[in-house]
């Protein structure tokens, strides 16, 4: 599968506690999304990288939420101090960046309970 | 500031009628107007997009309409099956900003045989 791959799929955690999601993304994107979906909403822009530099992070992204690209590969979203308000599916999506031609490619999402 | 608003919030067509969806937008710097299929457990997956250029696109049994003038844009589905039945997402976005996507509320269709 050479598709955009999350891990874990479903995540359980207590209130307070840290929480890091793993995306993969197609191997020849630079371009590399996160996004939050929360029940019978669209998914909600979070923070892109291109390649290792992250060059934007929405106000949805408070101080707790913290992501990563080393090496411009694949990239880690860690939640601090978990909130029940964080419960969401948290997608991956990554793009080849050319200009008229950009294609997000989603990945099937992390599901988080913060019970 | 919810900046894509779709519509209708649900939908139930049967097997071989024409789903419509609707999205109106407020941005008119957004110049890129792709729609989302997302099935349950999965993430969403490009269906057809259009840019503000033309006035229609068809791609097989989808079309998307683009009204510029009133900024709005819907999807058609042709001969509806049940294999459509999903949650139809619209977005918009920049071109040669970040490209980052806006999303409708989505609209969750139903196919009856």
């Known amino acids: 599968d050479t598709g955009v791959s999350q891990d874990p799929r479903h995540k359980i955690t207590k209130r307070g506690q840290n929480v890091t999601f793993r995306c993969d993304p197609i191997?020849?994107?630079?371009?590399l999304y996160w996004y939050r979906q929360t029940l019978g909403q669209g998914p909600e822009f979070l923070t892109y990288f291109q390649n290792e530099a992250q060059l934007e992070k929405s106000r949805l992204l408070s101080d707790r939420f913290s992501a990563e690209r080393p090496k411009g590969s694949f990239s880690t979203l860690e939640i601090q101090r978990t909130e029940q308000g964080d419960s969401a599916m948290y997608l991956c999506?990554?793009?080849?960046?050319?200009?008229?031609?950009?294609?997000?490619?989603f990945g099937s999402g992390t599901q988080l309970s913060v019970l | 500031q919810q900046q894509v608003k779709q519509s209708p919030q649900s939908l139930i067509v049967q097997k071989g009628g024409i789903s419509i969806i609707n999205c109106a937008y407020e941005?008119?710097?957004?110049?890129?107007f792709p729609w989302y299929q997302q099935f349950p457990g999965k993430g969403p997956a490009l269906l057809i997009a259009?840019?503000?250029?033309?006035s229609e696109k068809k791609e097989g049994r989808f079309t998307i309409s683009f009204n510029k003038s009133a900024k709005q844009f819907s999807l058609h589905i042709m001969d509806s099956q049940p294999g459509d039945s999903a949650t139809y997402f619209c977005?918009?976005?920049?071109?040669?900003?970040?490209?980052?996507?806006?999303f409708g509320t989505g609209t969750r269709l139903t196919i009856i045989p």
């Open positions: 191997s020849e994107h630079n371009r």
């Open positions: 977005a918009a976005s920049i071109e040669g900003g970040n490209e980052k996507l806006t």
């Open positions: 941005n008119t710097a957004f110049d890129y």
């Open positions: 259009i840019r503000p250029d033309v």
């Open positions: 999506a990554s793009s080849t960046w050319a200009r008229r031609t950009e294609k997000l490619f």
